[in-house]
Structure formats: structure tokens, C-alpha cells
């Protein structure tokens, strides 16, 4: 009898060997290139790392496995268009080791689910399709075949295709995504989860609301022309540090910045670009000029205080306001402002955790420039009131007319490399209809119009015994979702699960009754079929289409695309029923864009467009003040303080990544930037709240947390004394997703509110 599915989906509650030290004074620089030739010389072939590194985010190269920061239009540095996490994610790839059936038939699943997400993950590339029997305790290798059709016998026994759920990670390209979300609506349902639904879901629904688009704005060349970009929620050293080169030339244009965040990142302090050996022996550029040192989910509150004394400006002195934008672009300007004079001003800056002196430094720089742009990522996104957040920040965008004008607008930063491609080209569990439409002319089928499960939704229903079969293209779903244990428990309940993937995570442990692994190739690799190396294509932050073409020979010959596994499957699965002829898109990829040009609005001349070397913009209505809403015009709207009533004992926590990871992918143990070292079970805390709670440095401790009456618990943390305001605090993910709860999320878009979890610090007396 195996582990519980619960207890293989936590990370082991045992230490390393923490060490703390002072974190550096500037990020990058000689700190990120020890780092990054390190990584590389413990795992992959240097000279592989060196051909690979100077040709990713290249163009004619391939696009990086990890995050979807956009690449210069014009000029890219020869040295090489990559940071530190992208010669991780690189690497990631490109292991040495490989695993196959000898790894498998040696190591039991209970075995491999005792190790720490960082040992799984270094366990090497997977090299063979893997299938994991009913009641068995090793994979065992399987024919491509035979998985297929292991897949369709599972899928046609379904009393109902909407008994099957399909996730997709941000990594798939397009072109291996439209032919999912294609195969999944002909199979009949609409179950197609993604990784948005836990990210930026709440930005999509806000923009889509407020501007018409749910996307960005701005492009890279907006913001090296902003007078102020303000980095809310964000920490772009860590998550994305190419995004550190941009606000560098900001700076040097003469722009300024507002970082706006609950820790003080050092990625947004100063900048050493290793590019520039001037700027790294001198130290760096200087890239905050206030920071902001908001609470948690303080920021409804802090952009409430900031319009509250714009408003107060624009009634006393006039000018503030960019009236005639608001007058000939706009909508619901008035109720706004109504709604707006009933806030109270320093309630708000009470709210937002902030000294009046800060905030008056910030505002000085908001009411004088008029080229604003907002960047953000999940820390505003992952929050109750997430949309809110939101839309809040657009009221301010809206009232300075800086939307649709150089240097100006919105910039959500998505996650990976191309969760935004994703959605365009159909990667949505609640596509509109005039994209359904367009499926049924084209193909002949009627797609169900009816929403399909998002992640959240997914979960539920394979608790409650509604999905039998689970598919998931890409990504380590069970790391990465809310409230661990019941979402082990909703794993397990089903029939199979299914993971395509290029190595090991912990997801391949958390099973249903039968499992598989399908190994597909890595972003680095090329793509052999029968009309040559295959093209594909992705989407970055800023809307931009480019090409993507691995260098390197597959690392096994038992590897398949992912274009190829959904092909395969399709074929299995669908057989005489369909008309579509899937074994010709796997043969060549032109065929793929072919369709999708027919389908989607902007990929006009697909084909042909993808061979220009910077690729191509598709169109955005909101940089041409073009607001695609129902009254044809940008929405202000009315939005709310959130509500927080803390007890004495509780804390507001928010989970975090580590310098050392991206998403749920471990690269190593340290933390460079926040001066920990060697560990990732710790919890920061303001040193107030430690000593009202009597606790030291590095004590062990255990965390809980109680929603609807729920008490969810993560045993065995370390306390590390941090710079975060009073009442809050911050842990990693995945090790804290057990106290996310699964029913605290984002209104409208269901993000789960993984960055405000109520939790109580529980002594551990045992040690």
C-alpha cells in the first residue's frame, strides 16, 4: 500500500543547514555570472551552454524556457540576450543525466516523493514514455503507441467528456496549444485550465473590463520614453531580470521610478549590468527613487490616496486632469469622482501602511509627470480584491490620459514564456463565442459554448468524483495549485493522469489509479518530422509573435513534440469521427499556422510573417485608444477598500519565489538576494512581531491557517527577522501552498489568494 496522495504532495518537512547573511547592495553583476557559470558547469556541456546561451532570445534562435519579457525589436547585445534564471531554465533542459526505465524499475513513486522538489527536479531529463499500472509502485516504460492509446481508451469510456479536464502550462507554443484547445473542443468539452487562471487572470479580467484588451499596452520602447514607470507587486531581479536593462535606460533617459512592494528587493535598488563593465566595477545604477513599503494588499488603498489628492489638486489648481482624454475616451468619469469624495485620506494611508512623508514623495512624482506606465505581476494579481487592484491602478492611468500615448499604459509582466500566446490562440476554459463560431465554420463541428472548469473549478470536481481522467500539457500542476492536500486528494480520485513533460516533478507522483509521463522535447532541441526541423512560434508580454527553433540534437530518441503528442493522441482518440487530418499537422507545423491565421484576429500571412527576424506585433486596440468595451470607451470603475480584521495572534502571510527558483521549478537552495542561504523552509517576519511573540532568529515554528472553518496546517519552519511591515509576513511556494485555501480567490477571475493567507505562528515546543 502506497503513501497518501497527500503526503507525496508535500515537500519533506526536514532542514538543510540555513545560513543567513547580509544580502548584497546591487543586483546582477558579478554575483549573477558566478551564479550562472556555476549552474552551468554542475549540470550540462559547457560548450553545448555556450552555443545554446548565445542564440536564445536570438534572432532565428529559440525563445527561453522561462520567462515571456519581450526581446529587442531592433539590435540584440552578441553577448547575449539571456540572465541568470534564463541560463537556469536553460540548463534545466539540457541536463546530463537522463532517466529512463532502469531509473524507474530502481526507484519506488513513495521513494521518489520522499525527496525535496529540488532533488526530483536534478533527477535528470526524462527520456521514455513511462506508465505507471493500477496498484503498481514503478513506472514502467510504455510504446508511444500503446500511451496513445492508453489515453483514447480512458477518454471514450467517459459517460461524459466533460469527466476530463486538460491543463496547459505556460510553456507550450502556439502552435502546439491551438491544436490542443482544438482536439479538446472536438473531443466535447471545454475543460481547459491554464496557468493564467493562477496568475494574471485578474489583470486579463480587469483590462478586459476597463480597456477592452486583457492584455499589456506598452511596448519595450514605451518604457525607455516613460517620465515615471511605477513597479508595483513585483520583484523583476528575481522574476524577470532582463525587465532590470529596460528601467535602466528609463533611468538614463531621465525617467523615474516608484517600486511599490512589501519587501525591498535588491533588484530594484540597483542594478549592475553585467554587459557593461563600467557599470560593474562602479557598482551599478541607481534604479528606485522612492520606494514604497506597502502592507499586504495595502494597494487599493495607496492608489485611492493617490487619486484622492490628485483630485484635490485638479479642484484647486486645474491641469492634473487630462480632461479632454477623459471627456472624448472615457466612461463613468462622474460616478467615479462621486464615489471617490467619500474616502477618507488618511484612513487610506493607514490602510496602505504607509509614512505620509513616503507618500508624499511618491505623489510629488505621480502629480508632475504625465508618461506613466505600471508594471506589475502576481503580488497585486493574487489577492481577493486582485481585480480590484487592477482596475484601481487604471483609474489613475485614465485620469492622467496616459493610456494609448508614447511612454505610457499598462504592463502586466506574465509569468512564462508564452502564457499569453496560450490564451490568443484558444488556451481558455471560457472562450467568447465568436471564437467558437470561428472553430465551427472552419472545421465543421459545434464546440460547446458552455465555460468549462478553470483551475479552481477543476479541483473541486475531481474531489467530488466528476473527472475521471486528467491531462496535463506542461507544468508541475500539483506544486503549483492552492490548498495541497485537497488538491492531492481530487489527484487521486481520478482514473489516470496524464503529465507531458521534459523531466521529473512532483506532480508525476501524485497520481490517479494509472499514470503516464510523456517526454517531450525542450525548447533547446530541434524538431525533426518528415518536412525537416520544424518552426515554432510564441508570444511575449508586449504582444510580440516571434519564431522559436531549437540548436541542439534531442537528448533521447524516444522524445516527442508536444505538436506530435497531441496529434498522436488526437488521432487515437477521435478516429473515424473526425475530419480533421492531425497526422498532417504533426508532419509540418506550416499547416498549423495556416489554420490558426484563419481563426485568430491578427495572425494575417502567418506564415511568412514569422520569418521576419523580430517578429511581429499583433494588434492591441488600447495602444490606439481604440477601447474595445461595450460602450466603445476606457471604464473607470468603483472600487473598494478590502477588509481586513486581523487578531492579535494572526499575521498576513504571502508566498513567494526564492532567487533560486521560477514558478514551481527549484534550481538550487539559496536566496541570494534576500541573504538566505541553503534552505527554503522559513517564514520572514518583522522583528516587532517576532518579539511580541517572544521568537528568535532561526527558530522552528509551525504555521496554520483557518478559512471557513477550515484549519489547514505546514509544520517545521525556521524564523528569519526581515525588513516587512508589521503584521505580515512571507514564506516560499510550494512549500506553503498547503495554507492557501482553495476557496479564497479573486472575484471574477478566481486567482487564488495566495498572497494574503491569515496564519498563526505556532511555537514548536518539541525542539
Not at 536564445?56 to 541568470?84: H, L, T, V
Not at 541560463?87 to 529512463?100: G, H, R, S, V, Y
Not at 509502485?137 to 481508451?153: C, G, L, M, R
Not at 521576419?612 to 477601447?627: C, D, H, I, K
Request: proline share 4%.
Amino acid at each position: 500500500m502506497g503513501s497518501s496522495a497527500e503526503k507525496k504532495a508535500q515537500t519533506p518537512e526536514t532542514f538543510t543547514d540555513l545560513n543567513i547573511k547580509t544580502p548584497p547592495q546591487n543586483s546582477v553583476g558579478f554575483g549573477a555570472l558566478k551564479s550562472s557559470v556555476t549552474h552551468v558547469l554542475k549540470y550540462t556541456k559547457p560548450w553545448d551552454a555556450i552555443k545554446t546561451s548565445l542564440k536564445m532570445n536570438q534572432k532565428g534562435g529559440f525563445d527561453c524556457p522561462g520567462c515571456a519579457w519581450p526581446d529587442p525589436d531592433d539590435e540584440r547585445s552578441s553577448i547575449g540576450e539571456y540572465c541568470e534564471n534564463g541560463i537556469k531554465a536553460m540548463t534545466e533542459e539540457m541536463q546530463n543525466k537522463l532517466i529512463n526505465r532502469d531509473f524507474f524499475a530502481t526507484h519506488a513513486v513513495d521513494e521518489l516523493a520522499e525527496l525535496s522538489d529540488f532533488e526530483i527536479g536534478k533527477s535528470g531529463r526524462l527520456s521514455e514514455p513511462m506508465y505507471l499500472p493500477k496498484g503498481g509502485t514503478h513506472y514502467q516504460p510504455i510504446s508511444w503507441e500503446d500511451a496513445f492509446n492508453k489515453v483514447a481508451t480512458h477518454l471514450n469510456a467517459l459517460e461524459n467528456p466533460d469527466e476530463a479536464v486538460f491543463y496547459t502550462s505556460g510553456r507550450t507554443t502556439n502552435e502546439a496549444a491551438f491544436l490542443y484547445q482544438l482536439f479538446v473542443r472536438e473531443f466535447g468539452t471545454s475543460n481547459l485550465p491554464d496557468c493564467s487562471n493562477m496568475c494574471h487572470e485578474a489583470s486579463g479580467s480587469a483590462l478586459s473590463e476597463t480597456l477592452g484588451i486583457g492584455k499589456g499596452s506598452v511596448t519595450l520602447d514605451d518604457l525607455y520614453k516613460a517620465e515615471l514607470v511605477l513597479v508595483v507587486g513585483q520583484n523583476p531581479g528575481t522574476n524577470h531580470p532582463r525587465m532590470l536593462n529596460a528601467l535602466e535606460k528609463c533611468k538614463n533617459n531621465g525617467g523615474k521610478i516608484i517600486t511599490v512592494n512589501p519587501l525591498p528587493e535588491v533588484g530594484l535598488i540597483s542594478f549592475a549590468n553585467p554587459q557593461s563593465p563600467i557599470k560593474l566595477l562602479s557598482g551599478g545604477t541607481t534604479l528606485t527613487d522612492v520606494f514604497v513599503p506597502i502592507t499586504i494588499n495595502g494597494d487599493v488603498a495607496f492608489f485611492k490616496a493617490l487619486l484622492i489628492k490628485l483630485l484635490e489638486k485638479e479642484e484647486i489648481e486645474g491641469g492634473v486632469f487630462d480632461l479632454d482624454f477623459i471627456k472624448d475616451h472615457t466612461h463613468g468619469f462622474e460616478a467615479f469622482i462621486s464615489d471617490l469624495k467619500t474616502y477618507d485620506f488618511e484612513a487610506c494611508l493607514q490602510a496602505a501602511g504607509i509614512s505620509k512623508g513616503i507618500f508624499d514623495d511618491a505623489f510629488e512624482l505621480i502629480l508632475s509627470k504625465n508618461r506613466i506606465i505600471f508594471c506589475w505581476a502576481m503580488g497585486l494579481t493574487q489577492h481577493q480584491n486582485a481585480v480590484d487592484n487592477i482596475r484601481e491602478l487604471v483609474n489613475l492611468l485614465l485620469l492622467k490620459g496616459s493610456i494609448g500615448k508614447e511612454g505610457s499604459g499598462t504592463c502586466p509582466v506574465r509569468g512564462h514564456s508564452n502564457v499569453q500566446g496560450d490564451r490568443t490562440v484558444g488556451i481558455w476554459e471560457a472562450a467568447p463565442q465568436a471564437f467558437l463560431d470561428k472553430i465551427e465554420n472552419k472545421y465543421g463541428f459545434k464546440p460547446k459554448s458552455q465555460h468549462g472548469y478553470s483551475v479552481i473549478d477543476a479541483i473541486k470536481a475531481m474531489n467530488e468524483g466528476k473527472v475521471k481522467v486528467f491531462f496535463g500539457m506542461g507544468g508541475n500542476f500539483i506544486s503549483a495549485v492552492p490548498d495541497t492536500t485537497y488538491s492531492a486528494k481530487g489527484m487521486a480520485n481520478c482514473d489516470l493522469t496524464v503529465h507531458v513533460s521534459t523531466k521529473l516533478n512532483r506532480s508525476h507522483l501524485v497520481t490517479g489509479k494509472e499514470a503516464l509521463i510523456l517526454p517531450c522535447l525542450g525548447r533547446t532541441e530541434k524538431d525533426y518530422q518528415k518536412t525537416g526541423i520544424q518552426v515554432q512560434s510564441v508570444e511575449n508580454s508586449m504582444g510580440v509573435v516571434s519564431s522559436t527553433k531549437g540548436i541542439l540534437e534531442p537528448c533521447s530518441s524516444d522524445l516527442m513534440s508536444e505538436v506530435a503528442v497531441v496529434c498522436g493522441i488526437a488521432n487515437a482518440t477521435l478516429k473515424s469521427r473526425t475530419k480533421i487530418k492531425w497526422l498532417n499537422y504533426k508532419d509540418d507545423y506550416n499547416l498549423v499556422r495556416d489554420d490558426i491565421q484563419g481563426v485568430i484576429e491578427g495572425f494575417e500571412d502567418y506564415n511568412n510573417r514569422l520569418k521576419q527576424p523580430s517578429g511581429f506585433y499583433l494588434p492591441n486596440g488600447a495602444r490606439e485608444r481604440r477601447f474595445k468595451t461595450k460602450t466603445g470607451k476606457a471604464h473607470f470603475t468603483i472600487n473598494k477598500l478590502p477588509e481586513w480584521r486581523l487578531k492579535d495572534d494572526e499575521l498576513i502571510m504571502m508566498t513567494i519565489r526564492s532567487h533560486d527558483q521560477f514558478n514551481t521549478t527549484i534550481y538550487g537552495l539559496d536566496d541570494r538576494y534576500r541573504g538566505v542561504f541553503n534552505e527554503r523552509r522559513i517564514i520572514f517576519m518583522n522583528r516587532d512581531d517576532m518579539k511580541i511573540r517572544n521568537l528568535k532568529d532561526q527558530q522552528i515554528v509551525n504555521l496554520q491557517s483557518e478559512f471557513n472553518g477550515v484549519l489547514r496546517k505546514a509544520d517545521n519552519f525556521k524564523v528569519v527577522g526581515y525588513d516587512i511591515p508589521k503584521n505580515c509576513c512571507a514564506t516560499y511556494f510550494p512549500e506553503t501552498n498547503v495554507l492557501v485555501p482553495l476557496d479564497s480567490f479573486a472575484h471574477t477571475a478566481k486567482t487564488p489568494a495566495s498572497k494574503s493567507v491569515v496564519i498563526r505562528v505556532i511555537v514548536d515546543t518539541s525542539n
